[in-house]
């Protein structure tokens, strides 16, 4: 016969039983809802190979990175220094170069990297520099692409195998990326090369990045004036230029392009990629041989 105490006992365990289960299953629900609307990741959750990115100045940009592991991040970066290439005062606000300690307190890892610039290799924390981190996401559905708003975030394209990436960013890391360009090659452009070894070849001012297309698409979709014949009410403008804005996004991500070329990494040496020159001679039915150098 039960002892009547045992079986109060488990009365009164068996609620609290149900709140863990209950509790656990809002935790899932909540951090999917998260993961749909933020890719804040922490620190656990890294794997080499993987996009990374931070964001600087309250949230006016990101810095990108790949992650390579043994808490080492590789990514291209711009000096206080050097001039971002748009010839306006951006050259003087932004710029890309992830913040490192000054040549007063220099990191132990990685030494004074103030005035670095190119392609480095920085410790995580020198690389997000106090700020939260990030995972860039590869293979996302259109409906997913659409409800981030923020460009620089995700992309429809595919991402190859962690090997690959890290071995196009450790080359890089030697051999460089090119000069580095706020709207065609920027530290997110390379982020994305390493990840998908696509490039791009086009005469539109633009690369792979999708901070770059959602700041355009912006400015298309306030500037663009067949908006005002469409519509006269605010509610009708917002609307289309909202939709113009989606739409410019979504057509100019790297994974719906068609001026898009992948190329092995060993081939960036002459530089003849990152300029968008000699696209004909940079195709993707390049010889097997060449095409299977990172397999």
Sequence with gaps: ????????????????????????????IRRRMVGFLSNKISRDELK????????????????????????????FTRSAEHEIGTGTVLDRV??????SNSSD??????????????????????????????????????????????????TLAASDPAEHVIHRAEF??????????????NCEDFAIYCKTGLLVFTSVSLGRSGQ????VAAVTAIVSSPLRFM????????????????????????????????IPVERLVSRSGLDGSDPESETCSTSASETTKED
């Design 1 to 28: 016969m039960e002892n009547p105490k045992e079986e109060i006992d488990s009365e009164k365990e068996m609620p609290k039983a149900e709140v863990v289960v209950k509790e656990k299953e809002q935790e899932i």
């Design 48 to 75: 080499p190979g993987d996009h990374i990115y931070t964001w600087r100045h309250g949230y006016l940009y990101s810095h990108h990175g790949i992650y390579v592991g043994d808490e080492r991040v590789i990514h």
């Design 94 to 99: 932004i710029f890309s170069s992830s913040p």
């Design 105 to 154: 307190t220099p990191c132990p890892r990685c030494g004074d990297q103030s005035k670095a610039s190119g392609v480095i290799s920085s410790c995580l924390e020198c690389f997000l520099y106090g700020d939260e981190l990030y995972r860039f996401e590869y293979g996302v559905s259109p409906v997913v692409f659409l409800a981030r708003v923020r460009g620089g975030t995700c």
């Design 172 to 185: 890089l890391l030697q051999n460089g990326f090119g000069g580095y360009n706020i709207f065609k090659n």
């Design 212 to 215: 770059a297309t959602s700041f």
């Design 231 to 262: 519509t006269t009410s605010f509610p009708g403008l917002a609307a289309v230029g909202c939709s113009l804005y989606c739409l410019s996004r979504f057509v100019s991500d790297i994974g719906i392009r068609r001026d898009v070329t992948k």
